[in-house]
């Protein structure tokens, strides 16, 4: 049974920053996509970022040049750095493993942006 486990959510005032954390119970090697998704309340889930099949990374636009994903293999996990951060970013946040036709969800991490 695969496990992502998400941290790093919280309270933060506009312009703040945030790390969010997914650690996996696998490994990543050979696993290209993996991402962050959010969803806000009465709104659907949306991407957020994600390093693709093609080896690249992907960002919605309403998040490009704030928020930045990258990962550590050696620790199966997968960060998003989010700056700059808005009232419109409050949502909980999800991390996401593809392998082959196999999807895998953490449980969330709710992120508040207010002042």
């Known amino acids: 049974q695969v496990q992502l486990v998400e941290s790093g959510g919280g309270l933060v005032q506009p312009g703040g920053s945030l790390k969010l954390s997914c650690a996996a119970s696998l490994s990543f090697f050979g696993i290209r996509i993996m991402g962050w998704y959010r969803q806000a309340p009465g709104k659907q889930r949306e991407l957020v970022a994600t390093?693709?099949?093609?080896?690249?990374?992907y960002y919605a636009d309403s998040v490009k040049g704030r928020f930045t994903i990258s990962r550590d293999d050696a620790k199966n996990t997968v960060y998003l750095q989010m700056n700059s951060l808005k009232p419109e970013d409050t949502a909980v946040y999800y991390c996401?493993?593809?392998?082959?036709?196999?999807?895998?969800w953490g449980q969330g991490t709710q992120v508040t942006v207010s002042s």
């Open positions: 996401r493993i593809s392998i082959g036709y196999a999807e895998y």
């Open positions: 390093f693709t099949g093609g080896g690249t990374t």
